[in-house]
Structures are given as C-alpha cells and as structure tokens.
C-alpha cells in the first residue's frame, strides 16, 4: 500500500457536461495519477459516516455521479447498469453498518497498488480512468480502553477529472 498525501487543491470533478481532460477519449497515454485531494477525503469521511448511520444515501456522496458514469460507459443503457451497482452499493452500506463499530472515526484513506490506466473499451467504457483496486478505508475505535485502527477494504475507485470515487464498494456479486 501507498499512502498518498492529500494535495492541495481539491478534485475538480464533474459531474456531467463536457469531457474533462483527465477522461477524453483523445489521451494516448495516461495522464499523470492524481493524488488524494481534500475532496476526496472528505468523501471518504462522508462515507464512514454514512456507514455509521446506515444511511446509503448519505454514503452514496462517495460514489460515481450518474450523469458521468453515463458518460464514461459505452452502452446502451447505463441507468440499468448504474442501478444495479447502486443496489449493490446499498446492500454493502447495509452490511458494514453490522459490522463497522459505533464509535469509528476515520483516519485516513490509501490507494493499493493494484491501480491502472484503464483505455477505450477495455471495460465497456467509452472513456479512460484511472483505476484503483482495493483500497483501504482506516478507521479507529475502542477496543478494551484502547484506541485501535481497523479497515474496511474500497473496492474499486475510479477517477472522473482528477478526483476519486468509488464504483464497488465491495466484491461485486
């Protein structure tokens, strides 16, 4: 794992609209891998917190904006497919809130090393990203007296513009 410091500005994602340049189809080689920014720490954040509460909808603030999932994908119909990942998405935040303790507080997020530059149609998709592969969320909490860290592992991030967002909470099934 590498820990990536947050940079200082933060992520400039869309949410639809134009094609940010980190995402156009035009790229013949891989942009350079954006760091962590505040922004995506505290979506991170916000997604503890809804995990904590068992509020998908809150934890959902993490996840891939439609409109750019439906820019980014090369199918017919990318709500269908948005949907069910979004059904999955739910059912995860719904498993964790069972498992992840009450008192969690968030601690930092880190990008594995199992990232790639995914190319035109290499994942159904009409656009490149970067991708991240599980990633670790770290949290801490009482254990015996005792401040302890724990993770709970992201899935899959990808990138829209320079920001990160989740697209697999866990396993997908």
Same mark, same amino acid.
């Given at each position: 794992m590498v820990t990536l410091?947050?940079?200082?500005?933060?992520?400039r994602a869309q949410a639809g609209g134009d094609v940010p340049a980190h995402n156009s189809p035009r790229l013949r080689e891989a942009p350079p891998l954006p760091p962590l920014a505040e922004a995506d720490l505290e979506r991170a %954040?916000?997604? /503890?917190?809804?995990?904590?509460a068992g509020d998908p909808e809150m934890a959902a603030a993490a996840y891939l904006p439609r409109a750019a999932f439906a820019q980014i994908k090369g199918v017919a119909n990318p709500d269908h497919i948005y949907d069910r990942l979004m059904r999955e998405f739910t059912a995860d935040v719904h498993a964790l809130h069972a498992e992840v303790p009450a008192d969690a507080r968030f601690? %930092?997020?880190? /990008?594995?090393?199992?990232r790639s530059w995914v190319v035109v149609r290499e994942e159904a998709n009409r656009l490149p990203y970067w991708s991240a592969r599980r990633n670790q969320l770290t949290y801490s909490t009482e254990v015996n007296g005792a401040r302890v860290e724990r993770t709970l592992e992201v899935r899959t991030l990808i990138t829209w513009d320079d920001a990160w967002y989740i697209t697999h909470l866990r396993e997908f099934h």
């Open positions: 410091a947050p940079s200082a500005q933060p992520g %954040r916000t997604l /503890l917190r809804g995990i904590l601690e %930092r997020l880190e /990008l594995s090393r199992r």
